[in-house]
């Protein structure tokens, strides 16, 4: 299996440092809902599981919940975004982390993005990262000034790993006053007293809260050891994030936090990133409100690379909604019966998936097998039924719902009024089974009830 190793920049071949594949997946940050942009990383991030499963490796996957410390900056200036949020809202920072943790599992679980077995909050390891803080300062790479203790990156060797620092360096506009390095980072900083913050805990070096890139090393650590197998996270990460992370690893524990780091490429809208701070976002809710089934939105991104941008429109997403509704009519004609997996069109999913999560040739090997004429379709149902734990678009289950059998009759009764020629009473048999969220498809030699998807 091959990814893309930010690190390298170049494809390698993945295998594990232990039976199991660590795999670290940079999590929210909880103070407002979610957009499709953040949920393509998710996304993306889960193929990846699914695709190390399919290679029969097992997997112990983290993923953190930013519930403090993450500014409305990424470099270190500005509001907590908690803090912030819930000043807007009225509400306790606690209140405001809880219920968009809540609201972000369920999108979760809409896109049928599989759990990570370890969700850790920020908040539960505060200890761990004073501690973390504490080997840094004793190995001299911190600073302390008015507003934080700081990590020096003029100290560390290397530093920017993952990046280019003359753009970075060139690119920052906002800079604390005392910082020794534009790059350096805060460890932790301190509450101001007129800031009156709700989220804050005692240090050696004054009340105060974590930094948001200390965070993520010590949940990671905390859970999968250092280093473990693959570091996950969106395009900007790399940047600032990520480095950051890098940088604190290799002066406390003397080597870099992960092994493999990748990241997906973001989801435009009309060629820009989708972000909050740029306007126009899109969530799940709205898309469903529109009448869109998640699994939709899940189709469109697995039509493109996750190393390619993805620019996100109504229409797009209408064309893979009608895509997937065609590919759920197919797999229902299949049948219900199980047959083999056929070997040819598994090696070449797999080799698809293998280069890199192309999840794109993915989709034109189970297409080419759909509409493969030669095949078995208890065969090809199976193969297909196989693909689908990596694709997870929920083929099998849509499938299996029963028609129930006042549908059936109804749709019985309706094809005798066809046959005797009296549409009239055909037609509004037809309308009742709408209501009923059923409609028929008359075929060649008889007809077909479909269910709507809602
Ligand atoms: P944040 O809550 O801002 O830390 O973002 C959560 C995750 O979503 C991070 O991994 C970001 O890199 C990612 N992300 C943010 N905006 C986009 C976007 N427009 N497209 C794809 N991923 C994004
Ligand atoms: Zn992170």
Redesign the pocket.
């Known amino acids: 299996m091959k990814l893309y190793n930010s690190l390298t920049r170049k494809k390698e071949v993945f295998s594990p440092l232990k039976k199991e594949v660590g795999l670290y997946t ?4 909880v103070y407002d809902y ?2 499709i ?2 949920l ?3 996304l993306f991030e889960d193929i990846l599981k699914r695709t190390l499963i399919y290679n029969h490796y097992r997997v112990k996957h983290v993923m953190n919940i ?1 519930d403090v410390g ?1 500014l409305t900056s990424d470099e270190d200036s500005g509001e907590d975004k908690i803090e912030k949020s819930a000043k807007e809202k009225k509400k306790t920072a606690w209140e405001i982390a809880e219920y968009y943790t809540k609201a972000f599992k369920n999108d979760i679980e809409d896109l049928n993005i599989g759990s990570p077995g370890v969700y850790v909050k920020a908040t539960e390891t505060i200890e761990e990262q004073i501690e973390l803080i504490e080997i840094l300062e004793k190995k001299g790479f911190t600073y302390q000034i008015e507003d934080g203790i700081y990590f020096d990156t003029s100290k560390l060797e290397g530093y920017g790993k993952l990046t280019n620092l003359a753009d970075i360096e060139a690119g920052k506009r906002v800079d604390i006053k005392g910082k020794k390095n534009i790059t350096d980072f805060a460890l932790w900083k301190f509450s101001k007293p007129e800031e009156k913050r709700q989220m804050e805990w005692n240090s050696p070096w004054g009340v105060g809260f974590p930094g948001w890139h200390t965070e993520c090393v010590v949940m990671a650590k905390k859970y999968l050891g250092v280093p473990f197998d693959i570091h996950c ?5 790399v940047e600032i994030h990520h480095p950051n992370e890098i940088a604190q690893s290799e002066a406390a524990f003397g080597e870099n936090l992960a092994r493999f780091w990748m990241h ?5 809208l009309k060629d820009e ?3 909050k701070s740029k306007g126009g976002i899109v969530t799940l809710s709205r898309l469903k409100e529109e009448g869109f089934d998640p699994l939709a939105y899940r189709y469109l991104t697995l039509n493109a690379h996750y190393r390619s941008k993805l620019n996100f429109s109504t229409e797009a997403l209408s064309g893979a909604q009608n895509s997937l509704n065609k590919l759920r009519e197919r797999f229902l004609d299949l049948g219900h019966e199980e047959g083999k997996v056929i070997e040819k069109y598994k090696k070449q999913f797999l080799e698809a998936m293998n280069d890199d999560l192309n999840a794109p040739k993915a989709l034109e090997v189970l297409w080419n097998l759909i509409k493969d004429k030669n095949e078995k379709e208890n065969d090809k149902k199976s193969t297909v039924t196989d693909f689908d734990n990596v694709l997870g678009l929920s083929l099998s289950s849509k499938a299996t719902e029963e028609t129930p059998e006042e549908v059936k009759e109804l749709a019985e009764k309706r094809e005798k009024y066809r046959e005797n020629k009296d549409f009239e009473k055909a037609d509004e048999i037809r309308s009742k089974l709408e209501k009923m969220g059923y409609y028929i498809e008359d075929t060649k030699e008889s007809y077909k009830i479909r269910k709507y998807d809602k």
């Open positions: 940079c999590g929210p940050t979610v957009h942009g953040n393509r990383t998710y930013t993450h996270g969106g395009i900007d990460h997906g490429e973001f989801l435009n990133k989708m972000s």
